[in-house]
């Protein structure tokens, strides 16, 4: 859909934040029946951030990335109008957006948790854009943060090579239409295939009323990697070319593919049925692992810490995972 630009929007700037303890694949390998050459085979992963000690959550990451985003433009937090925080990984079921909105001291916004896994942070950013193209609000904060080591069955080693946390932060603001650096979008959702990839709630006790009252708890993730693989190869270059074709832009304008880093194979065979080169392809997923609705933001900020990404520069940014749900986001970076 291309969005009607009553106004435009813009990324002032990002900011991101991992945690200290490193895991390596050969760590992984004393765990679980593994080694580094398969995983760096199949995946392309070395090592990942882990959240490790007491009373640590996706708050901690999410609030300094979002500070460091804040900081890079001195930017007063009261500015900001709206936070967005996308996770899958809260530390409170009602939503963890608050939580940050007072760490930050955000005293002028209103804040929510939007869920949709490998995507959030795509679906937060469209999101962001609506406020702004339509004149709602000014500054818009958005955050993908997850920390899925709490929710990973650590002897499964299908899965828990896979996964590290992180969050990653960028400020939208409205601007003139001219300058307008969120130029559309596409996005899908396919709930026919939810039971591929999810963290599920499983009742397992009763209480004891009259009807009586069945209670549960979240289980570990679960995943069929391989009917996940097939559908982000398959389904991701098709959202590109849609989102591409709504807007008139050719394929040899894109500067720069940015995907959820989710495997370094997927990136690789996305970027080959669309016939983009390599060298457009960010990639961290080697130090990171993938990082889910954090990914995105992660990436980005270091591509412009690294003075990759120039003015101008058209981004293409797509996201895919549980629900199952992906999109694009087509962005022109107008710093
Ligand atoms: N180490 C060694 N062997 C392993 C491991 C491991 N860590 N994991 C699986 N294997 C074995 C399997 O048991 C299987 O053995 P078998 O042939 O004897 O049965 C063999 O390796 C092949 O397993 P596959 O699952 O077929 O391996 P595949 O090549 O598909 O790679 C992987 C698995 C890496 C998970 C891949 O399918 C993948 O990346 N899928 C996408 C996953 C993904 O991106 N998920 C996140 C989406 S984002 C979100 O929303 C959270």
């Known amino acids: 859909m291309e969005l009607s630009t009553m106004q435009g929007a813009c990324i002032l700037t990002t900011g991101s934040a991992v945690p200290d303890s490193t895991i390596s694949n050969h760590e992984i390998s004393q765990v679980v029946d593994t080694s580094n050459e398969w995983i760096v085979t199949r995946t392309g992963i070395k090592e990942r951030r882990l959240l490790t ?142 039971h591929q990839l999810s963290i599920s709630y499983k009742e397992n006790r009763l209480v004891d009323f009259k009807p009586p009252i069945m209670q549960g708890a979240f289980d570990y993730i679960t995943m069929n990697g391989k009917e996940i693989y097939k559908f982000a190869v398959s389904q991701v270059p098709l959202s590109i070319l849609k989102c591409l074709q709504k807007l008139d832009i050719n394929l040899d304008k894109v500067d720069w593919l940015l995907l959820h880093q989710a495997n370094e194979r997927i990136l690789k065979a996305i970027a080959d049925k669309l016939s983009i080169d390599l060298m457009k392809v960010i990639s961290n997923v080697s130090k990171y692992g993938n990082t889910s609705a954090a990914s995105i933001p992660l990436a980005l900020d270091e591509a412009v810490q690294q003075d990759k990404i120039k003015k101008n520069d058209l981004i293409v940014i797509s996201g895919f995972g549980a629900g199952l749900t992906w999109g694009t986001v087509i962005i022109k970076w107008t710093n």
């Open 53 to 194: 000690g007491c009373n640590q959550s996706v708050i901690d990451l999410a609030v300094l990335a979002a500070q460091r985003a804040l900081k890079n433009i001195e930017m007063n937090p009261q500015e900001i109008d709206l936070i967005i925080l996308a996770t899958s990984s809260p530390n409170d079921l009602f939503g963890s957006a608050s939580q940050v909105q007072a760490k930050i001291k955000a005293v002028n916004s209103v804040a929510f948790d939007l869920t949709a896994a490998c995507s959030g942070f795509v679906l937060g950013l469209v999101t962001a854009a609506q406020f702004l193209q339509n004149g709602a609000y000014h500054t818009v904060l958005v955050i993908g943060a997850d920390v899925l080591s709490k929710w990973i069955d650590w002897e499964d080693r299908s899965t828990c090579i896979l996964f590290g946390d992180g969050a990653g932060a960028v400020i939208v603001q409205a601007c003139s239409s001219l300058n307008n650096g969120i130029l559309g979008f596409n996005l899908n959702t396919d709930g026919n295939y939810s």
